[in-house]
């Protein structure tokens, strides 16, 4: 209950003080690339309940609705500020909404898409569908992009056991230090 008064209170404010570089944001997406500012990707939550969750949109409409990794040339489909927009991790703002409205958390394993069958079923066998999805988590410092479906879900089990209030604050601190290096994004 404390983590999810929390979140609240942190998205409230967090939404607040980034207003305006998400409109900014939002008009740029919208005036660069036909087609919304925002994408509302279905992705699996807790207990395995499928939500909607907004991204601002980094790929031309159209692109099929896969993880990235699994696109030919990823390269091809991104809009004009769609590399800018994830490299920064600026496409994420949306999620606040989604922590706000109780769907995500600020810490959390990352809601992976329905078609993404081998992370869901390794994470299924360890029973990580009980947290709440968070929109960045133990498995995102520590490799991000760059991680296997095992290995993730192996990081989102070490923090099930792991999690408590101070490892979520170290958890925010050190993906504020990534997302400011860029470190861990592949596209």
Avoid: C
């Avoid at 279905?42 to 409409?61: A, E, L």
């Avoid at 069958?117 to 990580?128: A, C, G, Y």
């Amino acid at each position: 209950m404390l983590k999810r008064i929390f979140d609240f209170i942190l998205g409230i404010i967090s939404s607040v003080f980034l207003m305006l570089p998400i409109i900014i944001i939002a008009v740029l997406v919208r005036i660069t690339s036909p087609g919304p500012s925002l994408y509302w990707s279905p992705r699996i939550g807790r207990n395995n309940v499928v939500f909607s969750m907004p991204k601002f949109r980094t790929m031309q409409t159209g692109t099929p609705n896969v993880a990235t990794y699994l696109l030919s040339d990823p390269q091809t489909h991104l809009t004009p500020i769609g590399s800018f927009l994830r490299q920064t991790s600026l496409d994420e703002l949306p999620q606040l909404w989604s922590i706000i409205k109780g769907d995500m958390s600020f810490v959390g394993p990352r809601p992976v898409l329905s078609n993404e069958h081998n992370l869901i079923n390794l994470r299924n066998e360890k029973k990580i569908y009980r947290l709440m999805p968070g929109l960045t988590g133990w498995a995102q410092i520590n490799g991000r992009d760059e991680l296997t479906d095992t290995e993730k879900a192996a990081l989102d089990f070490e923090y099930m056991q792991r999690q408590s209030f101070w490892f979520d604050i170290r958890i925010l601190w050190i993906t504020l230090v990534k997302v400011l290096r860029g470190d861990g994004i592949s596209h």
